[in-house]
């Protein structure tokens, strides 16, 4: 079980979620967060802080959201992906972004 | 003047220092940094042979149990004006020393009362405690199991003799059908490793997981099945299961011939049960209910896990005995894949018949995970406010917060004002401790020797010594008693052949010596059962206690004696090193050695699945009684009556839904919940919010017949029509860091709950089904 960031999250990024993690599961990437599913303790607590609603159980991921549980775990294990443990501002295009639902060629999975 | 006892002192810096979590039962091991004396990270111990380095995130919250605003640091007595004075702990034993003899003498010794014992993870209490009440000859205890899990006690001492030291478990983790009644683990953590544990079984092909939940909960969301119940209908449900079983001939012929000894007339009295109108009445399609019963009794093994859901609503008693029923008649019972007794470390006991009963009620204590029966905080309040000449007149409260935990605050508020003595053994300035006559301070968990004593899978005892210093002025419960008891004139000094022996009793031959001469000197003086128990116990800490970093720990040297001489085969099995001693207290000694030096838990013995049966149903013919009259008579009528609603108060509450934000009511410092909240929502179906007008983060008010609370409502799909929760572990009332006014935090869902509603045979209170109405505030209403 693990809970998993979906497409919302993508070049909005706001980290709400981070504050509220027990266990520092979420890793960082340029535009986007995921949660390692081999740390996360399932305690649900993320999934209400998320401004653009981007989370969800593993079991509950909506329709055309299935690839984020691949992605999620992919990007963890990834070392340019770091932990981040504090809220950050999110990006700066974030309003403009919040709105837009199909975004999911424009995650970055490598900086630079 | 005590002997001078070698003091271990935690360092004020470590990193990775061994200990458990005390928030809930479970008591993952968990390895804490401290730096300057303060607890700074919390993880699991991967060490610790009983969690293996799980935890779940509530352990985050080890901290600000610690260290908050309300620590107490002094012993307080009331003033006449309400507040408190700081007074010495001489002046303060004293004092209530005297007040609690002359109550003993004048009027009875059962009019003096204790509540508590322990918490979920700090028991080396109950070594001071319950010796202190038996040293007094008072049986009148009163504790949490006690308004939720004494049913299941009562049903296994009826059904197998059982001793108080065992707790009937689920083996999920071999199961090829679980089913869960009245537990969400995947956000309880309820049971070893929960999660982990949810996902191997989902994951499991072979394994069938259905769920009983009004909820679609997550751990209903991941299971094979979900059984949306109605609420507080389980005991129709399972009758229904029980009825079907019976009436297609599925139970298991072999294993009742072996096992039960009356089956044929416990089949009489339920198999003309109309299984329809049992699937009616709990709102359960028959196909539903027919299906949860043929799986469960063709299932290979079977097995039932059951918490708190099933624990404090309607007939919680007959569940528990259908419970088992079920069980039996399958023939799933004592072996792998099934429901097994775990039994906690410790010596085999015995059964102990007799119990105290309340003066009221006629209620029965009931003796369970500890060496005492145990009466329900229910009938508290009604037992002070009694016209019995032997009515309580004198509470200590040690270890628990009546005014927040036990069911009907207003009726603990009225009945402790009728106290002649409330006295309150505490860390922090609880909302008890704020009515209390006399305030005593204990260091917590973290600063003291500490052991919790609930039973695991295997045996994997942990004595926990302290990881930071507490404050200089507290002492610890079992000091406290000790001075009391003393102070009282009721025990004697320890006679010096004692004190000359236990300097020998940590060697083969000088402990059976030592404990035979305490045994004999302490029944000597007589007295009656009870106080010589309790003269013994005091000598042992007085004697061998002075020679060990804290007292107490001598009675875990006389349990590790107990364990190796009554089950020596479970040592040996699990500890190679136990096998070519010759003298049993050689191996006692070797027990006591592993306790104490290993502080992440020590494995000394396996769960037993090869003759758990035989070893835990002691009535003599070695077979269950499963026919109980009582109970199968009230089964007969629940078959013939339907479910009643409240037509003025049409919900129903279950007050203590288990979040990622529910840890334990000894955290009192609120701080360590973050995110946007509210923590503490009144949770609510989306077309009951509609009709009355509500929408997400409106505020509510909710009334009972008992009382009325307010909060704002969260939305929430998964929950059932007609159907309310609100988070358990709330309504703490706590200093603002801003202004220092106390404020509440939550909602104390036992404002709302009527301590008559409750269960006939135990008291247990109907805490998880409180009807109760809703009635939308409008935005200046709200608080």
Known sequence: MTFVVTESCIQCKYTDCVAVCPVDCFHEGPNFLVINPETCVDCGICVAECPVEAIFADVDLPEGQQAFLAINAELAQNPAWPVIKATKPPLAEHERWKQVEDKRELLIRVPG | ?783
């Open chain 2, 1 to 783: 003047m005590p002997t001078q006892r070698p003091h271990v002192s935690p360092p004020a810096n470590a990193k990775g220092v061994p200990t458990a979590c005390v928030l809930c039962s479970h008591n993952c091991g968990v390895h804490v940094d401290v730096e300057d004396n303060r607890i700074t990270a919390v993880r699991g111990d991967p060490d610790n042979p009983n969690t293996r380095g799980y935890t779940c995130n509530k352990a985050r919250a080890i901290p600000n149990y610690v260290e908050h605003g309300q620590r107490l640091t002094q012993p307080l007595r009331k003033r006449p004006d309400g507040g408190f004075e700081p007074i010495g702990w001489d002046q303060a034993i004293a004092e209530i020393a005297e007040r609690l003899q002359r109550i003993r003498v004048e009027h009875s010794p059962r009019s003096i009362a204790l509540a508590g014992i322990g918490g979920q993870g700090n028991h080396m209490a109950g070594l001071g405690s319950l010796p202190f009440m038996f040293s007094l000859n008072s049986p009148i205890l009163f504790n949490a199991l006690a308004q939720e899990k004494t049913q299941h006690a009562l049903v296994w001492r009826r059904l197998y003799r059982a001793t108080h030291d065992v707790y009937l478990h689920a083996d999920e983790e071999h199961s090829q059908h679980v089913l869960v009644l009245g537990t969400n683990p995947l956000i309880s953590n309820r049971g070893l490793n929960a999660t982990d544990l949810f996902k191997r079984l989902a994951s499991q092909p072979d394994c069938r997981v259905v769920v009983v939940d009004p909820r679609a909960s997550e751990t209903a969301r991941r299971a094979d099945r979900h059984i949306a119940i109605q609420p507080g209908r389980d005991a129709w449900f399972l009758l229904g299961m029980v009825a079907i079983i019976l009436q297609e001939g599925l139970q298991d012929d072999d294993f009742l011939k072996q096992r039960v000894g009356d089956f044929p007339a416990f089949r009489d009295a339920l198999i003309g049960t109309d299984a329809r109108k049992m699937a009616t009445w709990c709102g359960v399609p028959f196909e539903v209910l027919h299906e949860a019963a043929t799986d469960f009794a063709r299932a290979p093994t079977a097995c039932i896990v059951y918490d708190l859901g099933i624990e404090q609503i309607p007939h919680s008693t007959l569940i528990s005995y259908l419970i088992n029923a079920l069980l039996l008649i399958t023939g799933n019972m004592g072996k792998q894949g099934a429901n097994t007794f775990l039994q906690q470390f410790g010596p085999r006991f015995f059964h102990m018949a007799k119990q105290v009963k309340a003066l009221e009620s006629g209620i029965e204590a009931i003796p369970m995970l500890m060496p005492a029966g145990v009466l329900p905080p229910n009938v508290l309040p009604e037992e002070i406010t009694s016209q019995h000449p032997d009515r309580i007149r004198a509470l200590i409260v040690d270890g628990a917060n009546p005014l927040l935990s036990y069911p009907d605050t207003q009726a603990f508020r009225d009945a402790f004002k009728k106290l002649d003595l409330l006295v309150v053994i505490e860390p922090a300035m609880s909302e008890t401790a704020q009515v209390a006559d006399y305030v005593l301070p204990t260091p917590v968990g973290y600063e003291k020797w500490e052991y919790s004593m609930f039973p695991h899978m295997d045996i994997t005892p942990q004595i926990r010594p302290p990881v930071v210093a507490g404050p200089e002025n507290a002492l610890a419960e079992p000091e406290i008693y000790r001075r009391l008891i003393r102070a009282m004139g009721v025990m004697p000094k320890a006679p010096r052949l004692l004190h000359v022996l236990a300097k020998h009793a940590r060697h083969p031959i000088g402990a059976p010596v030592f404990i035979g001469l305490l045994g004999l000197l302490a029944a000597l003086r007589g007295g009656g059962v009870a106080p010589i128990v309790g003269r013994f116990a005091w000598w042992l800490q007085d004697t061998l206690g002075a020679h060990l970093p804290s007292a107490p720990l001598s009675l875990f040297w006389l349990m590790s004696h107990g364990y190796a001489l009554t089950r020596r085969q479970e040592l040996n099995e699990a500890v190679p090193e136990a096998r070519h001693l010759r003298n049993p207290f050689a191996a006692g000694e070797l027990v006591f050695d592993l306790l104490m030096n290993n502080p992440q838990g020590v494995r000394l013995g396996h769960r037993n699945f090869i003759d758990n049966f035989e070893r835990h149903c002691h009535h003599p013919d070695g077979k269950a009684r499963l026919h109980q009259a009582d109970w199968l008579a009230d089964l007969r009528r629940l078959a013939q009556t339907a479910p009643q609603a409240d037509p003025d108060y049409p919900f129903i509450l279950n007050g203590g839904l288990r979040t990622g934000w529910t840890a334990n009511t000894i955290v009192r410092d609120p701080a360590w919940r973050k995110g946007k909240g509210p923590h503490c929502p009144v949770i609510l179906n989306p077309q009951d919010a509609a009709e009355l007008g509500l929408a997400d983060g409106n505020w509510v008010r909710l009334d009972s017949r008992r009382g009325s609370v307010e909060g704002p409502i969260r939305i929430e799909a998964a929950t059932q029509r007609g159907h309310v929760h609100i988070p358990n572990g709330f309504g703490v009332r706590f200093p603002d860091p801003q202004t220092g006014e106390l404020r509440q935090h939550g909602i104390n869902i036992n404002e709302l709950v009527d301590l008559r509603d409750r269960d006939p045979y135990t008291g247990c209170p109907h805490t998880k089904h409180v009807a109760c109405r809703l009635v939308p505030l409008r935005a200046e209403q709200a608080a």
